[in-house]
């Protein structure tokens, strides 16, 4: 079964500063690969998914980006963040029809 | 925006009861429903699942039950224990993705 790594387990950032979250799957080949974010108290809203090497969906208009670089990595990046960026992030990879997620990265802007 | 929904954002139940989460999903067409059970700072760990085909599916202490008539789905969790204090999430299937409600704190008290 797939094993999926998520760093840094929280980070903190100044607004203005740039962000990369990395995420590496192991167990399984050619994923498909998902970020989510979790605000407070929320549920989870889908921000990129992807099928392949660099190929990324962009489910909501926002201050992010995703990249595909290589077929097990999944990246999330911001040039600039914004305090509406703070949220809990979370990769996640397709397996059996189900989603399988990493332990996720908490991501405070200030 | 969210299609799935949640009726009781907090549950507070004595351990050894049996618990009872409820979802409303507005997706007629959707097929295929999961549970996921998160813990406090980790991500969302697959419970259960069950495809609109069925309306009954049971797992260890935990039944999944689908009334599609009325668009609704429960989580029955036998015999609650203090470990089974999380957030439930149920999700519907929706293209490459799923949709997750708001969630459902469960809190068990001794």
């Known amino acids: 079964s797939q094993t999926i790594h998520q760093w840094p387990a929280t980070l903190v950032q100044p607004v203005g500063s740039p962000l990369s979250l990395e995420c590496t799957v192991e167990?399984?080949?050619?994923?498909?690969l998902y970020w989510y974010r979790q605000a407070a108290g929320r549920g989870l809203q889908l921000l990129f998914y992807s099928v392949g090497i660099g190929q990324i969906s962009s489910e909501v208009p926002q201050n992010l980006s995703a990249s595909r670089p290589q077929d097990r990595q999944f990246i999330l990046s911001s040039k600039k963040l914004l305090l509406s960026d703070s949220g809990f992030y979370l990769c996640?990879?397709?397996?059996?029809?189900?989603?399988?997620f990493g332990s996720g990265t908490q991501l405070s802007v200030l | 925006g969210e299609s799935v929904g949640l009726h009781l954002p907090t549950l507070s139940v004595q351990e050894g009861d049996n618990s009872i989460i409820n979802c409303a999903y507005s997706?007629?067409?959707?097929?295929?429903f999961i549970w996921y059970k998160q813990e406090s700072g980790k991500g969302p760990q697959f419970i259960i699942d069950?495809?609109?085909?069925?309306d009954k599916r049971q797992g260890q202490r935990v039944t999944v039950l689908l009334n599609k008539t009325v668009k609704h789905l429960s989580l029955q969790i036998a015999a609650t224990q203090p470990g089974d204090s999380a957030v439930y999430f149920c999700a519907e299937r929706a293209g490459y993705a799923l949709n997750f409600g708001k969630g459902t704190s469960l809190l068990v008290t001794p």
């Open positions: 997706n007629s067409a959707s097929d295929y």
């Open positions: 167990g399984t080949s050619n994923p498909n």
């Open positions: 996640a990879c397709l397996g059996d029809e189900k989603l399988f």
């Open positions: 069950i495809r609109s085909n069925m």
